[in-house]
């Protein structure tokens, strides 16, 4: 045992060079760089904003029963469980879209026909000034 350790003292570090070189960046990228994070954050804070303020009503709808459909799936499994669960998927989906892209996309028309469908019917019992504000 106490070969072993000595022998793995005396090896290199397979990155030393890569450990012992300066971080080299440059002024154009980093600026770059900055803008485009600062870009992205102002499209994420006027979204929220837009979402919070309810300038859009379905798409206010829609996130307000997307947080309550992740409540109630929070409230049976646990939170990393779902953080786990959303990291296998993010790299399982792409994969298996492209396998099988014209089954899920069959799957995908029927649904949003079928949904398309309750929406109609749902929007004829509406009053018509409810109906006028929704459209």
């Keep these: 045992m106490y070969i072993k350790l000595a022998s793995l003292r005396q090896r290199t570090h397979p990155f030393g060079n890569l450990l012992n070189s300066p971080i080299e960046l440059s002024q154009p990228l980093m600026e770059q760089n900055l803008q485009t994070i600062v870009k992205v954050r102002e499209i994420v804070i006027i979204y929220l904003r837009d979402l919070f303020f309810w300038k859009d009503v379905s798409e206010s709808t829609k996130a307000c029963v997307v947080c309550l459909i992740l409540r109630f799936i929070g409230i049976w499994v646990s939170s990393l469980v779902l953080v786990y669960i959303a990291f296998l998927a993010s790299f399982i989906w792409p994969r298996l879209y492209d396998e099988k892209k014209p089954e899920i996309d069959a799957i995908v028309e029927k ?16 009053p018509p000034s409810l109906k006028l504000k929704l459209t």
């Excluded at 649904?111 to 509406?126: A, C, E, F, G, M």
């Design 111 to 126: 649904t949003t026909h079928v949904v398309k469908k309750q929406l109609i019917l749902l929007s004829d019992k509406l």
